[in-house]
């Protein structure tokens, strides 16, 4: 189904709404598929070497339906090394959703966001930092980034 039609009604969906939050969990998800083709993760870490910088990728969790991974970039390698923007996030392979379940308050990326406060709790979290994701992804994907199995040796498994 061409991207327009499966993600007409995220367009439709009212911002910092229920179906907004999950029809951006869908469009990161799809986006991370195309990031990380191999949804299973058949290694544990990772790195993509893009136009801009080299992307981390490390896997923190799974469990039957999920995989908990942590994506970021790594800057001053030489002195103060830190993550930026520096995410974990949760794939749920069953349900075909992408959550940044948290990202480092101190990364300078967290005003691409600039969504308004919102009433409710879980959507005033969850908003802004899901929309961080999405924008940086899709951000990955401009800059060549990819954990297809090309990009790094196999891990046996």
């Known amino acids: 189904m061409p991207t327009l039609q499966r993600n007409h009604w995220l367009a439709a969906a009212q911002p910092r709404s229920f179906t907004g939050l999950m029809g951006l969990y869908e469009s990161n998800y799809r986006r991370f598929e195309r990031l990380v083709p191999e949804l299973d993760l058949p290694f544990d870490a990772a790195e ?3 136009a801009d910088a080299t992307l ?3 896997v923190v969790e799974r469990c039957r339906y999920t995989t908990t991974v942590h994506l970021t970039y790594w800057f ?3 002195e103060n090394p830190h993550a930026d923007p520096d995410l974990l996030l949760r794939i749920y392979q ?9 990202c480092d308050a101190r990364s300078r990326y967290v005003a691409l966001a600039g969504v308004p406060e919102i009433d ?3 959507l005033k979290s969850q908003w802004p930092r899901n929309l ?3 924008k ?5 994907l401009a800059q060549g980034h990819g954990f297809g199995g090309a990009h790094r040796p196999r891990q046996p498994r």
Not at 136 to 140: D, I, P
């Open 132 to 134: 961080l994701l999405n």
């Open 136 to 140: 940086w992804l899709a951000y990955c």
């Open 76 to 78: 001053g390698a030489d």
């Open 48 to 50: 993509s070497h893009g």
């Open 56 to 58: 981390y990728l490390r």
């Open 94 to 102: 069953d349900a075909q959703l992408a959550e940044a379940i948290s």
């Open 120 to 122: 409710d709790e879980v």
